[in-house]
């Protein structure tokens, strides 16, 4: 018994640093792996979800505003506006 205990207090801080490691890293790098590390070419302005697996967006690409219909099937371009 009084080995499980020892072992107890020694692997539980090192799980819970583990735990801490994993959800740094993956804050730190996650967000460069979806985007890039310096795309400022396309950037999402607006999305309205429109059911459980359905939204429209609006999308900011070269200057021009696309609006996009996103289901579960694909993604189709609903119209474009150029900005001014």
Known sequence: M???I???FI???LMGLLIYGCLWLYRKY???MITGQN???LNVVETLPLGV???LAVVDFGGRKI???VTRNGIQKIDTHHAE
């Open 2 to 4: 009084t080995f499980y």
């Open 6 to 8: 020892i072992k107890l």
């Open 11 to 13: 692997m539980l801080p």
């Open 30 to 32: 996650q967000p460069q």
């Open 39 to 41: 795309s400022n070419v």
């Open 53 to 55: 697996q359905s939204k």
């Open 67 to 69: 609006l996009l219909a």
